[in-house]
């Protein structure tokens, strides 16, 4: 058994949906961006728009509704608790067969994030490094048995993997990465403020996001993603 990380570059929407499901939601932003994608060890795959899963095993029968927390080192996706958000207005929506055991903020970016004219009160921005990018943390996960459906294909096909995802752990780990890449880099703050107003729609919010400064690197596209925070979604506790 190894431990499986999948390495997300968004704009994705994180959903914490119960205790034995969790789902990435992305926005139809294919106008700007690649459509997204999985690179495994030796091949990969275009998702088209649509619902998939990424079986990684089961839950152990005892676990859990977990928190997760910000370890040192790493930066916290901003965060929201809401009822389960639909997938109708995603452009596709990747289904994780658990929850992960860890989910690791990376690549910050600094802004203010505030609530739209639509919201029913006012409130202070909420303000902090978020993360742009993030890593799903599966432990005693069986590489070989990792698979993705409905069956799509996965490029090259290879013998013994045909379209499945062939990944190969280093040290006892399996990397993953499913990112969307703007078309044309390096993109500035309005893309940021754009991907996070879409992400934020995408699940009912009324959010605006805006940057500490309009030079501020880490929103030129540094790390090859849009510089717009990742947005987590988590149930109340009650809604367990």
């Known amino acids: ?6 390495l997300l570059s968004g ?3 994180l959903c914490d949906d119960s205790d034995h499901c969790f789902r990435v939601l992305i926005p139809d932003l294919l106008d700007s961006h690649f459509k997204p994608g999985f690179t ?23 676990r859990l509704r977990k928190e997760y927390q910000v370890k040192d080192g790493f930066f916290p996706l901003y965060t929201v608790q809401t009822k389960r958000p639909p997938c109708s207005h995603a452009y596709a929506v990747v289904k994780f067969s658990r929850l992960p055991d860890d989910i690791k903020g ?8 505030t609530q739209g004219s639509s919201a029913t009160q006012e409130s202070a921005p909420t303000t902090s490094p978020f993360a742009t990018r993030a890593v799903l943390v599966f ?13 799509v294909a996965w490029s090259p096909k290879l013998p013994g993997k045909e ?18 890449k703007p078309l044309m880099p390096p993109v500035g703050e309005d893309h940021a403020r754009m991907a996070f107003r879409s992400m934020g729609r995408l699940v009912g919010l009324d959010r605006y996001m805006q940057p500490h400064s309009l030079n501020d690197p880490l929103l030129k596209g540094k790390y090859n993603d849009c510089g ?9 506790k009650e809604a367990k």
Request: negative net charge.
């Open 1 to 6: 058994m190894a431990q499986l990380q999948v």
């Open 11 to 13: 704009p994705f929407v």
């Open 40 to 62: 495994a060890s030796h091949n990969s795959l275009e998702l088209e728009n649509g619902i998939w899963t990424l079986n990684v095993g089961q839950p152990c029968p005892d």
């Open 106 to 113: 990376l690549s910050p970016t600094g802004g203010d994030i």
């Open 139 to 151: 432990n005693e996960v069986d590489l070989e048995k990792v698979n993705f459906s409905p069956t």
């Open 163 to 180: 379209n499945q995802p062939s990944i190969t752990a280093i040290d006892s780990v399996g990397l993953l990465t499913f990112d969307m």
């Open 228 to 236: 717009a925070a990742m947005i987590l979604v988590s149930h109340p």
